[in-house]
């Protein structure tokens, strides 16, 4: 039977006209959902007659839904398609080995070990009689001058090696983000009717024909046709761009699409199109998201645009909405189904309009180090080259005085060839590669650790931006507390009762009301379902303040469900549904006799000022005046309020038959003359670990403020309970309304100077609208009253929370309460919702950004070391000592193995012991600066040492000015194995960067860090008892052995010596690693990077040397001209006249006391750990005492001399980009 069934289903597809199993074929059905409106409705009466006759075609029923039988539901996606949009293939193994081998260093070093291939394998013709000068000396061994090609090969192979390397690496990450992107889309619930049970089903599963349930911040999985709704309206404006919400209802529009958000009310639809067929669908397809478009990538993306592929592609969003999307603005923002990979498809369309992207903080300060690093790399490698060709030309040609012989001109060449492979392998050293590869390896991780921890990450770089968080704009609701809403005290019938009252003492007819009004007046799709385990709690779903009340009935002991059955969703007459600018909810019931009911519940001082009757102790209406009303609010609401409570008041209005239907539309005269029938106070637990969190925070110098829909007194009572407020603090806790008085001016535009006053104080926000949120937090970032600018965090979960969330520097989504849309404008979704996990997050945020701090310590001391040693090695002795094979080793050493090791250090609680670094703290602190000069120097000093005087210690034969092809030499390899132990030693000492003295702290806790020190440590005997000669290592007697360890484990000890000194004493020291400003970057320049879709920082370095010589002479005169302004303005300040002080505007920026203060007190954001760092350096030069709270406490504005910021609060001078102000800052 199975089998005639589907060879039935495919030739239903194969002609469309043929009825297979259903009544309407999937074009039918694809050619109505492009109608739109009346059209639509038109088509379904003609085609269907009414919905019920599509429901009927498609074989389900609008009140049970489908049977959900397997055979069915098979049938239906084998007729109909699947729901889910194919995403497009990942980049191939061999595509990311590709793009490895673009790296510039690489290809010079291929280059080079080709060209040295070649030239091995060529045979001068006969030299006994030639003299080619003396150091052609070692060619006539004829073994050796054989084994010429191995060094070419190995270098070769040691380029394979870094390839593969990088590209599984790649492919490892683009692996971590496809199970991410699945985990997220198997997340996704949508909740519908098979067989008569309301089920929640992976969007995926949606099949042709299914009965969806779709309420408020909905975002709609297929498309479909509405079968029943209230008051539904749904913001289009993915599709058509249209930002007004769209009504809709069976009688004028009952076209829902997919993609679309339901932004009020609720309702069911029977799903007519999924997946390729949706609209949603059709665009992608349009997009040509399933084919393969490969062409789109640029080749020369490097790995660092390339990290921003995929963060693009995490934002799986439809191109088609983003454009469309553009149009407007805060509440409407750009949403797209989170349901697959597809956003990669439209990547180089979606550019256009994509706002631009600064690369993340962390990026943008290691691109920009990585290119200076590079730079000083390259220049060490042409000088080394440029030397090593003259001493051996003046050594040939001059001392010995030979003439350019024919016949040696290949020996020649194969001297230049190897001195260029000396340059190269400097360079190759000097470049950190790694520094990328750091980045992503220490994200990677972190992201996957983080699932543990019940974050789930949808940004990479929103868990290093984390680390940098200096405010949480936390919800209240299910984030603070529990989100297990019980009724626990109620006013009714005229008596506060402090517990649930038995039903006994309450007034039959009153109760009856009460009972009916809760059960009407609740969304359908919220229940109370017996606990899954034996003796638990009673399971809420769906919206958990409804749930209370529900639960207040059942204590009541009374069946809510009977009354739904009775008076089933289709019956109700019309509802208004909540919404944030109502705050209330109302049912309206038609009784028999024409007449009309309504019951309405909501925020009970909002909805008491409606009610002019209250039910007595007898269940009678009494009149309810304004007196009684304040009454009320101070004896009961206050109190409740006081204790944290939620207070609800639940009121009905009877409209009789003899006034007529009253206009429906008309909100604000249906909404008054209610009768009150009781208040009831809700409480929400605050989650147990609450408290301790938010100290945490508190400690790591994150400031939490509370946002809340709820009102003041019950605000501030939870704030209290957990630890937001202290008591005896100085703090602010607003209400909405106020809020908006305080930062508004006369004409009611908001003014960021406003803003400043309120925000450093406020703790509480209540009553708050969304908007309300998204200005506080827009607020808090664009503010310069503090030295550093503010790093905010939100959580959110309604649809309303989208633009407060997209605004934030991370937004945090609700995993279990979250709406679609909160999810999809969310960097970060909370799997348990709860607010400890923010804490976790901020832990790893910060971990990340040491790791790298870490690895670069570790790094940039092997470069300078080698980098050094390469250099005056090849100077003094006319071949590097290290050579490039074995450079090559210590650079896979140093970057690859050393970034897998250090980058997935797990974090510590010691994390939040400090303050956030800012987002222009340099990357190496002074401390880590001491360190790397300090192990360089004990690095250098045993490595010269071993060197120049290593044959008469060991008494081995001298290595030095060894002919072309000699073999190797035990004097090198010790050099070799000794550098490549204390790199090993040093591995360890660079765990910590703080300047802590036990580096071994902790070193079991990462089983990876203890795998590659020891898997190095066994590669390195390996390959210097057995490398021979492509490693050019000789095999070493135990003794040697010892004495290499011995010199490395020498850096142990060296490093507690450097420890000991303190950081303060050396001023010499600078930091590097700053990131650019956006006010960094001259205007002319902003606008020649309008194009690129981001900035990219190692473009910008490169470029920006071309443009500042073209404008050097006419700065400088700008810059004299100010600086002679300036100071002619500031001279009354005391300590300026100092002649020091005068004289260059470097200094100039180094006294903080020129900052004209605001009046707040300002938070200093230090590491504190590190105070040392922080004294800027040239203060203690001068007598004048510092005013006492200098924002200026990091050490950052003092030594790079970039920001010369002006305070906000003297406008005299405002820094207009046109303003000579503005110009000095960029150029300096």
């Not at 150091?135 to 001058?145: K, L, N, P, R, S």
């Not at 997050?841 to 001391?861: E, P």
Request: glycine fraction near 8%; charge should be negative.
């Amino acid at each position: 039977m199975a089998n005639n069934s589907y060879s039935g289903v495919k030739n239903s597809v194969a002609e469309p006209n043929h009825d297979g199993e259903f009544g309407c074929s999937l074009k039918e059905l694809r050619s109505l959902m492009e109608l739109r409106g009346a059209e639509g409705l038109h088509k379904i009466q003609e085609s269907y007659a009414d919905v019920n006759g599509l429901c009927n075609r498609l074989k389900t029923s609008p009140v049970d839904g489908l049977s959900g039988q397997p055979p069915d539901i098979e049938k239906r996606k084998v007729a109909f398609g699947q729901n889910f949009i194919p995403p497009k293939k990942p980049k191939t193994f061999l595509q990311l080995v590709w793009e490895a081998l673009q790296d510039v260093t690489l290809i010079i070093l291929e280059v080079a070990a080709i060209v040295s291939l070649g030239l091995s394998f060529y045979k001068p013709p006969d030299l006994e009689n030639k003299n080619c000068g003396k150091a052609a000396g070692g060619v006539e061994d004829e073994g050796e001058a054989e084994a010429g090609w191995i060094e070419g090969a190995a270098i070769l192979l040691s380029v394979i090696c870094v390839v593969l390397v990088t590209a599984f690496n790649d492919w490892s990450k683009e692996k971590q983000f496809r199970g991410l992107q699945s985990r997220i889309e198997q997340e996704q619930k949508f909740t519908v009717v098979r067989g008569g049970q309301v089920i929640p089903i992976p969007v995926a599963e949606i099949v042709v024909g299914d009965v969806a349930q779709i309420k408020y911040g909905d975002l709609l999985p297929a498309d479909g046709v509405l079968i029943q709704g209230n008051d539904l309206k749904i913001d289009e404006s993915s599709l058509t761009g249209e930002s007004d919400h769209v009504k809709k209802s069976m009688e004028k529009d009952p076209m829902l699409l997919s993609g679309t958000h339901v932004m009020e009310g609720s309702g069911k639809m029977v799903v007519t199109a999924v997946g390729v067929n949706s609209q949603t669908g059709i665009i992608f397809t349009l997009l040509g998201a399933g084919e393969d478009d490969e062409d789109d990538e640029e080749k020369e993306k490097k790995k660092e645009k390339e990290k921003k592929e995929k963060k693009n592609k995490k934002q799986d969003g439809s191109v088609e909405n983003r454009k469309k999307a553009k149009a407007q603005d805060g509440a409407a923002m750009e949403m797209q189904p989170l349901n697959s990979d597809e956003g990669a498809d439209g990547e180089e369309k979606r550019k256009a309009n994509l706002p631009k992207k600064e690369k993340s903080v962390l990026q943008g300060k290691l691109t920009k180090l990585a290119v200076q690093i590079g730079k000083a790399g390259l220049v060490m490698s042409a000088i080394t080259v440029i030397i090593l060709v003259v001493l051996f030309v003046v050594d040939t040609f001059w001392i010995q005085g030979l003439p350019w012989e024919k016949e040696c001109t290949p020996i020649y060449i194969q001297f230049f060839v190897k001195f260029f492979i000396i340059g190269v392998t400097v360079l190759v050293v000097a470049v950190p590669e790694g520094l990328p590869l750091a980045v992503t390896i220490s994200l990677a991780y972190s992201v996957k650790k983080m699932m543990k921890d019940n974050n789930l990450v949808r940004h990479l770089d929103a868990c290093e931006t984390m680390g940098n968080a200096t405010a949480i704009c936390s919800d209240k609701t299910g984030t603070l507390t529990m989100n297990r809403m019980t009724v626990v005290q109620v006013f009714i019938a005229e008596k506060h009762y402090r517990k649930v009252p038995e039903p006994d003492v309450i007034p039959a007819s009153t109760l009856d009301l009460l009972i009916l009004g809760i059960s009407v007046n609740c969304a359908y799709t919220t229940k109370i379902m017996s606990p899954e385990k034996e003796g638990g709690l009673n399971r809420q779903v769906g919206n958990k303040t409804e749930c209370a009340l529900l639960g207040f009935a059942l204590d009541l002991k009374k069946d809510y469900q009977a009354i739904r059955n009775e008076i089933p969703e289709e019956k109700l007459y019309k509802v208004y549904t909540f919404n944030s600018v109502r705050k209330s909810m109302s049912t309206v019931l038609k009784n028999a006799d024409g007449s009309y009911r309504m019951f309405s519940k909501g925020a009970s001082e909002i909805l008491l000022k409606k009610c002019y009757k209250i039910l007595t102790a007898t269940g009678e209406a009494k009149v309810f005046r304004p007196r009684d009303r304040d009454d009320v609010v101070k004896r009961v609401i206050e109190p409740m309020a006081s204790e944290g409570l939620r207070t609800i008041c639940l009121a009905y209005r009877d409209f009789p038959a003899s006034e007529g239907e009253p206009d429906w539309d008309n909100e604000s005269d249906i909404l008054t003359r209610l009768t009150c029938v009781c208040v009831v106070g809700i409480e929400d637990p605050v989650r147990p670990e609450v408290p301790d969190a938010i100290r945490k925070c508190q400690r790591a110098g994150i400031t939490v403020r509370m946002v809340t829909g709820d009102n003041l007194n019950t605000a501030r009572a939870i704030a209290t309970k957990c630890g937001i407020l202290q008591p005896g603090d100085d703090f602010l806790c607003l209400e909405g309304k106020e809020f908006n008085r305080r930062i508004r001016n006369e004409k009611g535009e908001i003014e960021q100077e406003r803003i400043d006053k309120i925000w450093p104080k406020l703790r509480v926000l209540a009553r708050s609208s969304p908007t309300d949120k998204h200005t506080l937090v827009k607020g808090i970032i664009d503010s310069t009253v503090v030295e550093q600018r503010q790093v905010v965090a939100v959580t959110g979960d309604g649809t309303n929370d989208g633009p407060a969330l997209k605004k934030a520097d991370v937004g945090f989504a609700m995993g279990i309460a979250g709406t679609d849309v909160a999810k999809e404008a969310s960097d970060i979704i909370l799997t348990d919702d709860n607010f400890s996990s923010i804490v976790r997050a901020v832990m790893w945020g910060r971990n990340v950004y040491d790791s790298i701090s870490k690895f670069l310590q570790f790094q940039l001391t092997v470069n300078v070391v080698a980098v050094i040693v390469a250099f005056t090695g090849a100077c003094i002795t006319q071949d590097s000592p290290l050579k490039a094979v074995q450079m090559l080793w210590v650079n896979l050493i140093m970057d690859t193995f050393a970034s897998l090791a250090l980058a997935t250090e797990p974090p510590t609680e010691s994390l939040l012991l400090r303050k956030p670094y800012g987002r222009n703290k340099p990357l190496i602190s002074r401390t880590m600066m001491k360190n790397i000069l300090g192990h360089a120097v004990y690095q250098l000093t045993i490595i010269f040492t071993l060197l120049f005087a290593g044959e008469k210690m060991f008494d081995i034969d001298n290595g030095r000015n060894t002919p072309l092809h000699a073999p190797p030499s035990e004097h090198y390899t010790i050099v070799f194995n000794t550098f490549v132990m204390m790199q090993l030693f040093n591995e360890i000492n660079a765990r910590k960067i703080h300047g802590e003295r036990n580096v071994f702290e902790g070193i079991f806790n990462n089983m990876i860090f203890c795998t590659i020190v020891f898997g190095t440590f066994v590669i390195q005997i390996v390959i210097v008892q057995f490398g021979g000669k492509p490693f050019s290592c000789v095999g070493l007697n135990i003794e040697q052995w010892l004495w290499c360890i011995f010199l490395g484990f020498g850096c142990l000890l060296w490093g507690q010596i450097i420890s000991s000194i303190p950081t303060s004493r050396l001023k010499f020291l600078k930091t590097a690693g700053h990131g650019t400003q956006k006010e960094e970057i001259p205007d002319e320049e902003l606008e020649e990077l309008e194009d690129l879709d981001e900035i990219d920082h190692a473009e910008r370095e490169l470029r920006r040397g071309q443009i500042l010589w073209f404008r050097g002479l006419n700065r400088i005169q700008t810059q004299i001209r100010v600086v002679n302004a300036f100071r002619s303005s500031l001279s009354p300040y005391e300590g300026l006249e100092k002649p020091e002080s005068r004289t260059s505007i470097h200094n100039f920026m180094t006294h903080p006391e020129f900052r004209i203060e605001d009046s707040e007190p300002h938070i200093p954001l230090i590491d504190d750990t590190d105070a040392e760092d922080d004294a800027p350096t040239k203060r203690n030069a001068t007598p004048t005492p510092p005013p006492p709270p200098s924002p200026n406490q990091n050490n950052n504005a003092v030594d790079s001399g970039i920001h010369l910021f002006l305070d906000p609060s003297k406008p005299a001078t405002p820094s207009a980009p046109g303003s000579p102000m503005h110009s000095l800052e960029t150029s300096l």
